[in-house]
């Protein structure tokens, strides 16, 4: 299923634009969304969800529209949503809670329901704790009920809002591979401040700020607009002040920083290959390499 | 039709779980036997109790309904709001499922659980007044009144204790409902405007004196109509039977207006 928004704003009652004239398509597959905090993530995926209404502008999802009520209906008919902010009933049991949802989902066969939340439970790894009521689960079993109920229908999109926040390691590699399965030709929208994941699963991605887009493209892509913008620099004196510091390592001679920085931060900087991480946070700080994008400023174009 | 089942029965089971739907109408009951002077102890006194059997189950679901709609609507004022302090509210809105069949699940589903206690509470000592009087009877009467006074009553309640709380914290809506329902029941209507004795009475004045010909324990009480001096007597005419069915339609069509009010209001407030 293809996503196509054209124009979106989504300015909350106070004035927030969260969302701020977005354009953009996101094709079958794993999309990865990246954005500070505020930059509208959640809300994009609360429009596409059918839960917000935009203040303007046009989504389509496949070839329903979600400004009308019909088109909402028909895409909340095939879809999968995890919230960020999720939150269960803790007077009922894993097994009740996704029956629950599988029924407002529309699986109204009992037995196809049942063994549908059975194999989901399986999934994420809680049968055993199925019969337990959710009040005493740890916030990492809760996130994985709201896995298993984002996969109840089978949905052909599937929006996942910071999936992984609260799983240990072994979950969130576990999750993550099963996204990646999972996606096959089917929509996955994935938001995570986690960059590793979405270089891990998605071959395309954007980044937000402010509600606007700063980066469409592959993963390649935004690590390249990091590249000859990397230096590690070694020093026992304070850190240098030019540019943004990755990582901080305390080192023989004191300590040893990874810097995005457009040119040398210090006189005895050594460049590095850039990662994900360091395009991403070169697009974010607004130094990344112009190429073909709107955020940059136009006399940098090459 | 599937939405408002399964919101129905899920709504239901979560409620009838809750220790205190349970706990409160017990406690409610054992603290009224102990003030005394009800009619739950004059009821299996030979020499208390009314002769008639229809006065005295009809006065006891007066003296019940008075009683327990206090917990009953507090027990429901925290259910359409905990979705959304639940942040259960994201997963739900984001199913194809009818919302506006959730929301009458959820007051029929979480409204029938309540009330349970309080319908195993009246027809408990219905039955035993029963046994006690050799009166089969009295079943039928308690019957007839719990559908026609109890259930427009309560359904009037939880149709407030849902939605109000969209508009003001729980708590409050619990202080004032506890308030005004003292107030509309103890303060008599010619000192104070109340509902009392109109046609929306939610105590059910018009069906107790025109369906069940009840004019008190004693005989003596005007339950519906006109008095001297109140405010509101333009909702009071004298009551007939025809009335009586009017004042319940009333009730309901207030709740389902309340209900959709709410309704609307939480679709305006998540957009
Ligand atoms: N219900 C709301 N009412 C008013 N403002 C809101 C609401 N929800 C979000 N906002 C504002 O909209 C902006 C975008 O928020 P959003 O939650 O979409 O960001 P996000 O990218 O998901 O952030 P995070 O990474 O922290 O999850 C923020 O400025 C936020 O304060
Ligand atoms: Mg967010």
């Keep these: ?290 190429s073909r994008q709107p955020a940059s400023p136009p006399g940098r174009r090459p | 039709m599937t939405t408002f089942v399964a919101s129905l029965r899920y709504e239901f089971r979560m409620q009838v779980r809750k220790r205190t739907v349970w706990i409160v109408p017990a406690l409610t009951l054992v603290l009224f036997v102990l003030i005394g002077g009800s009619l739950l102890r004059d009821l299996f006194d030979p020499g208390e109790r009314p002769v008639d059997p229809r006065t005295a189950v009809v006065g006891l679901a007066v003296q019940l309904h008075a009683l327990l709609s206090i917990g009953f609507g507090c027990l429901l004022a925290d259910r359409l709001i905990r979705d959304d302090r639940l942040r259960v509210a994201s997963i739900l809105d984001a199913t194809p499922a009818s919302p506006r069949a959730r929301l009458l699940g959820k007051y029929v589903g979480a409204g029938a659980a309540t009330a349970i206690p309080v319908a195993v509470a009246y027809f408990g000592f219905a039955a035993a007044y029963a046994v006690d009087t050799g009166e089969p009877r009295a079943l039928g009467w308690a019957l007839a009144a719990f559908g026609a006074v109890f259930v427009p009553g309560l359904l009037f309640v939880a149709a407030f204790a849902l939605a109000a709380p969209l508009v003001m914290p729980a708590p409050l809506f619990r202080v004032l409902f506890v308030g005004y329902w003292l107030w509309g029941n103890v303060v008599s209507p010619d000192m104070m405007p109340t509902l009392a004795r109109t046609l929306v009475h939610p105590l059910g004045g018009y069906p107790l004196a025109a369906l069940f010909d009840f004019h008190g324990i004693d005989g003596q009480e005007a339950w519906a109509g006109p008095i001297p001096g109140a405010t509101l007597n333009a909702l009071r005419p004298d009551p007939t039977p025809a009335l009586a069915w009017l004042s319940i339609a009333l009730l309901l069509i207030i709740a389902a207006a309340v209900l959709a009010g709410g309704h609307a209001l939480r679709a305006r407030r998540v957009r």
């Excluded at chain 1, 959640?42 to 303007?56: D, E």
């Excluded at chain 1, 909340?76 to 097994?95: F, I, K, N, S």
């Excluded at chain 1, 509600?211 to 590690?232: C, D, K, M, P």
Aim: proline share 5%; charged share 25%; aromatic share 4%.
């Design chain 1, 1 to 290: 299923m293809r996503i196509e928004i054209s124009g979106l704003t989504k300015t909350y009652r106070g004035g927030v634009a969260a969302i701020d004239g977005l354009d953009l398509a996101v094709p079958t597959g794993m999309f990865g969304l990246l954005g500070a905090n505020g930059a509208g993530k959640t809300t994009l995926m609360r429009i596409l969800a059918g839960i917000v209404r935009p203040t303007s502008g046009r989504v389509t999802v496949g070839e329903h529209d979600l400004g009308t009520g019909a088109g909402r209906t028909a895409v909340q008919r095939d879809l999968g949503y995890l919230p960020q902010d999720l939150g269960v009933y803790p007077d009922l049991t894993a097994r009740q809670f996704l029956d629950y949802v599988a029924l407002l989902k529309g699986m109204d066969d009992r037995t196809v329901r049942r063994r549908r939340v059975g194999e989901l439970l399986e999934v994420v790894a809680l049968t055993e704790h199925a019969d337990r009521r959710l009040r005493g689960f740890s916030g990492g079993m809760r996130q994985r009920v709201g896995i298993a109920q984002a996969l109840l229908a089978d949905p052909q999109l599937l929006i996942v809002d910071e999936p992984t926040a609260g799983l240990d390691p072994e979950e969130r590699i576990r999750f993550r591979t099963l996204l990646s399965q999972f996606a096959g030709r089917r929509t996955v929208l994935l938001s995570t401040h986690i960059v590793d994941d979405i270089g891990q699963t998605c071959r395309e991605v954007a980044v937000l700020a402010k509600g606007r887009l700063i980066f469409r493209g592959t993963v390649e892509e935004l690590t390249r607009r990091a590249q000859g913008q990397v230096w590690s620099v070694v020093t026992d004196g304070p850190a240098p002040t030019e540019g943004t510091v990755v990582s901080a390592l305390p080192h023989d001679d004191g300590m040893r920083y990874r810097i995005v920085a457009p040119s040398a931060p210090s006189p005895g900087a050594l460049p590095l290959e850039p990662g994900l991480e360091d395009g991403y946070l070169a697009v974010a700080t607004g130094r990344g390499n112009a």
